[in-house]
């Protein structure tokens, strides 16, 4: 008698024990779902951050969090998916201090005139474009939106 106890004690355990690996894997497969895209989307682009022209990594730059910058190609893959994807509906650019080289300049002029081809709209920002001094690259840059806003 006492070990059919025993095992009707044992099988409810393992019931029990089983449950609560079957929940656990639900709820884990319930927060894995992909979150919903959102249906408007405006693509931000800060031009106050040095263009660069390719990253020289370390595997230290990951686990330091050093690896901020941004290269002139992923901009320009950035603006030329842009124009085709759906969800994108236009630019807004913000401008700063830093001066981009002429060189990025017209690289990302010409990626932003086949992005205003699509139909989508683009913004420019800046605080300054060049404060008395040599902002013809910056302003060259901001030429290609459709519109230009300065803060006064």
């Known amino acids: 008698m006492f070990r059919n106890i025993v095992r009707a004690f044992a099988v ?61 190609l992923d901009i320009i893959q950035v603006i030329d998916n842009a124009k085709t994807d759906p969800h994108v509906k236009g630019i807004v650019a913000r401008f700063g201090g830093t001066q981009p080289t002429f060189a990025h300049a017209q690289e990302i002029l010409a990626a932003l005139k086949r992005f205003r081809a699509s139909g989508k709209f683009t913004y420019a920002f800046g605080s300054t474009y060049g404060d008395y001094g040599l902002g013809n690259r910056t302003y060259y840059l901001a030429s290609a939106f459709d519109n230009i806003w300065l803060q006064p």
């Open 12 to 72: 409810i355990g393992f019931l029990v024990v089983a449950l609560i690996f079957v929940g656990i894997a639900a709820a884990s497969l319930q927060t894995k779902k992909a979150p919903k895209e959102p249906e408007t989307v405006i693509l931000n682009l800060n031009f106050d951050e040095n263009i660069v022209e390719h990253v020289e990594s370390s595997p230290l730059d990951f686990a330091l969090g050093e690896n901020s910058s941004t290269t002139l």
